[in-house]
């Protein structure tokens, strides 16, 4: 199985600050003949099913703000919130669909400070 | 728009089985696949498994596999997914949500409301 990583467990920023939330993952998740990292980024309020911000390691899903982008390449991603804004508390989780099973990792939980 | 509406809560006994449906509208229901996703209380996301719209392919984690079955009913658009030899830790929020294209390894782009399962003696 691939074992998603990320960093840190939990943040912390002021209103209007950027926040970066890391995820690696166990082995590459390129997949050479397309071109295209299999990771994907979600957030989750609470109460509330995730939802898809990223796939494709770096496009945006339809309707996200774009404040949200995505990173990366192989075994190493970002997620980067430009600007945080109070509807971004949440916990946020990547996830490999280069194989199965299909792995998120373990979640970071964002705040205001 | 597209809805994904599951059955309600369940409480089961170990040992026992359980069955969550997932009922689809709003999209042709055979050009996407669903996946299952569970969250135990507290915890993170876990992947079971996927089916395809017109249910002929499946695919489950290896961790649930000979405890766990999906089908899809294409007559009413509805999706199951059936545990058994259930276990305390088998509790949690089981999701249903469909992959952003019809191929099997896919993110997901939109879940269904939740249906907590709860496993106790």
């Known amino acids: 199985d691939i074992v998603m990583t990320q960093s840190p467990d939990s943040l912390a920023a002021s209103l209007g600050e950027r926040a970066t939330i890391n995820c690696k993952s166990s082995?590459?998740?390129?997949?050479?003949?397309?071109?295209?990292?299999?990771l994907a980024w979600y957030q989750q309020k609470p109460g509330q099913p995730p939802k898809l911000l990223i796939y494709?390691?770096?496009t945006r899903e339809s309707g996200v703000p774009d404040r949200f982008s995505g990173s990366g390449s192989g075994t190493d991603f970002t997620l980067t919130i430009s600007s945080l804004q109070a509807e971004d508390v949440a916990v946020y989780y990547c996830?490999?669909?280069?194989?199965?099973?299909?792995?998120f990792g373990g979640g970071t939980k964002v705040e205001i400070k | 728009q597209v809805q994904l509406v599951q059955s309600g809560a369940e409480v089961k006994k170990p040992g026992a089985s359980v069955k969550v449906s997932c009922t689809a509208s709003?999209?042709?229901?055979?050009?996407?696949?669903i996946s299952w996703v569970r969250q135990a209380p507290g915890q993170g996301l876990e992947w079971m498994g996927w089916?395809?719209?017109?249910?002929?392919?499946?695919h489950y984690a290896q961790k649930l596999q000979g405890r766990v079955t999906m089908t899809a009913d294409t007559s009413t658009s509805t999706v199951y997914v059936e545990l058994r030899s259930l276990r305390s830790d088998d509790t949690a929020v089981y999701y249903c949500?469909?992959?952003?294209?019809?191929?099997?390894?896919?993110?997901?782009?939109?879940w269904g409301q939740g249906t907590l399962v709860t496993v106790s003696s």
């Open positions: 949500a469909r992959g952003i294209d019809y191929g099997d390894y896919l993110p997901v782009d939109h």
């Open positions: 709003g999209y042709t229901f055979t050009s996407y696949g």
């Open positions: 089916i395809s719209g017109n249910n002929d392919k499946t």
């Open positions: 082995q590459s998740v390129l997949y050479r003949s397309n071109n295209k990292n299999y």
């Open positions: 494709w390691a770096s």
């Open positions: 996830q490999q669909y280069y194989s199965s099973p299909l792995t």
